[in-house]
């Protein structure tokens, strides 16, 4: 119940695509889901942030998309650049007292071809 | 901008022999945290710390591994007696806590590779 399932584990986009990568959960105490970057050799950044009361967060050039109902939630990168090339983890992180430990999804590895 | 950092980003020891991973969490921030990373998998929680004491470890945080907020600034892991299957990227990380920012951020240090041979 504690998992986070991430799809798809690799994504290759043409630049100027749209990358849209997925992620479901099962644990309904999550209330936080935030997106995590990773460029090799370095630790995950975060990238953008929703919470369940939510549908939709926009940031730049980045968005998730957040259905409560279906407990899945995805990050939509328009305009896909080669600079985007990196590995992407969904996460969500429990409610309550002082646990606001992050459950991670699996990864996927984003490659946009020039 | 304040950052969270890790000394040293490569430590190669044998089998048996006890590591200390040092992190130094960004200096307003209340919980800390390890993860880990075997090469090519997800991330893994391994312990939080809070008010100077563990608040919820994972199963992977066994008798081997302890940490410690030895002063004010620092945030270590110590393994005791490692394993080969020790091998994996250690990641600190920092937040201020839920309770101050209903996002509360986990900021990532860049982590320590871990080679036990």
């Known amino acids: 119940q504690q998992q986070v399932k991430q799809s798809p584990q690799s994504l290759i986009v043409q630049k100027g695509g749209i990358s849209i990568i997925n992620c479901a959960y099962e644990n309904t105490a999550f209330d936080y889901f935030p997106w995590y970057q990773q460029f090799p050799g370095k630790g995950p950044a975060l990238l953008i942030a929703?919470?369940?009361?939510?549908s939709e967060k926009k940031e730049g050039r980045f968005t998730i998309s957040f259905n409560k109902s279906a407990k899945q939630f995805s990050l939509h990168i328009m305009d896909s650049q080669p600079g985007d090339s990196a590995t992407y983890f969904c996460?969500?992180?429990?409610?309550?007292?002082?646990?606001?430990?992050?459950?991670f999804g699996k990864g996927t590895l984003l490659t946009v071809n020039p | 901008e304040p950052e969270v950092t890790q000394t040293p980003s490569h430590q190669v020891t044998q089998m048996g022999q006890e590591v200390i991973l040092r992190c130094v969490p960004i200096s307003n921030h209340l919980y800390f945290y390890w993860y880990r990373q075997i090469l090519g998998q997800k991330v893994e929680f391994l312990v939080s710390?809070?008010?100077?004491?563990?608040?919820?470890k994972s199963e992977i945080f066994d008798d081997q591994f302890s940490v410690e907020r030895p002063d004010g600034s620092n945030f270590t892991l110590k393994i005791r007696s490692t394993k080969l299957e020790d091998s994996a990227m250690y990641f600190c990380a920092s937040s201020m806590g839920a309770v101050y920012s209903s996002t509360d951020t986990q900021y990532f240090g860049p982590g320590t590779r871990l080679t036990v041979l």
């Open positions: 996460a969500a992180r429990g409610s309550g007292g002082s646990n606001y430990k992050l459950t």
């Open positions: 710390f809070y008010n100077n004491e563990i608040s919820e």
């Open positions: 929703i919470r369940p009361d939510v």
